[in-house]
């Protein structure tokens, strides 16, 4: 049963410390992405990546960082230098560029 | 600066009866648009998609309308059932720009009985 695994669902982070969401995936496609969402916004692209050791920015890729170092899995960190992390992450990945994408059920993050 | 906006936040309709949820654009070079449902605590599904070389794509209870000179695309569902409440975001992207989608803000749709 194919699909994308987000955790921890929840995750409470200290001022200062760095986190780490975890994502990883069975469905054998190329591109993953992080997301972002506030209330009453949309997702905002964090980073993306076409394939593996290879990723971009997104639209607001700062105090965030990532790695690709395997087709299977696209861990986001939120480091200390981002100043409002309080959010909703979602991780996505899809076969190609463009074609829908197929989503996890997310990691609430809160600051403590 | 939003390039795909819905100017409904939420939506009321009741059971049996037609849901409409709009959406606008602003980038001409956008080609490739999806709807997507969400609930809540839970990520996003795809619902449906259209290209911009057609004008309306059906899915069973859900048609998508697409209107390229007034950069407007609709979603219908038809009838709308208990569990079609959720949140539904348009999204839209270009097959020449390096696979970014872009998400507008959603719409909450609540269908009463």
């Known amino acids: 049963d194919g699909g994308i695994t987000q955790s921890p669902k929840y995750l409470f982070r200290k001022e200062g410390q760095n986190v780490t969401l975890s994502c990883e995936q069975n469905l054998n496609h190329d591109a993953m992405y992080w997301y972002r969402q506030d209330p009453g916004q949309g997702l905002r692209l964090i980073y993306y990546s076409q394939i593996v050791n290879d990723f971009q920015k997104g639209d607001i890729a700062e105090g965030y960082s990532v790695s690709r170092e395997k087709k299977e899995s696209f861990p986001l960190t939120v480091t200390s230098a981002q100043k409002n992390p309080t959010a909703f992450y979602l991780c996505?990945?899809?076969?190609?560029?463009?074609?829908?994408?197929?989503f996890g059920d997310g990691t609430r993050l809160s600051i403590l | 600066d939003q390039q795909v906006k819905q100017n409904s936040p939420s939506l009321s309709v009741q059971e049996g009866r037609i849901s409409i949820l709009n959406c606008d654009y602003t980038n001409s070079m956008f080609d490739y648009f999806l709807w997507y449902k969400k609930y809540p605590a839970e990520g996003p599904t795809f619902l449906i998609s259209?290209?911009?070389?057609?004008d309306k794509n059906e899915d069973g209870r859900f048609t998508v309308f697409l209107n390229k000179s007034a950069k407007h695309l609709s979603l219908h569902i038809v009838p709308s059932q208990p569990g079609d409440s959720a949140v539904y975001f348009c999204?839209?992207?270009?097959?020449?720009?390096?696979?970014?989608?872009?998400f507008g803000s959603g719409t909450r749709l609540s269908i009463r009985p």
């Open positions: 259209i290209s911009s070389i057609k």
């Open positions: 996505a990945s899809s076969p190609g560029p463009g074609q829908p994408q197929h």
């Open positions: 999204a839209a992207s270009g097959y020449s720009s390096a696979s970014k989608i872009i």
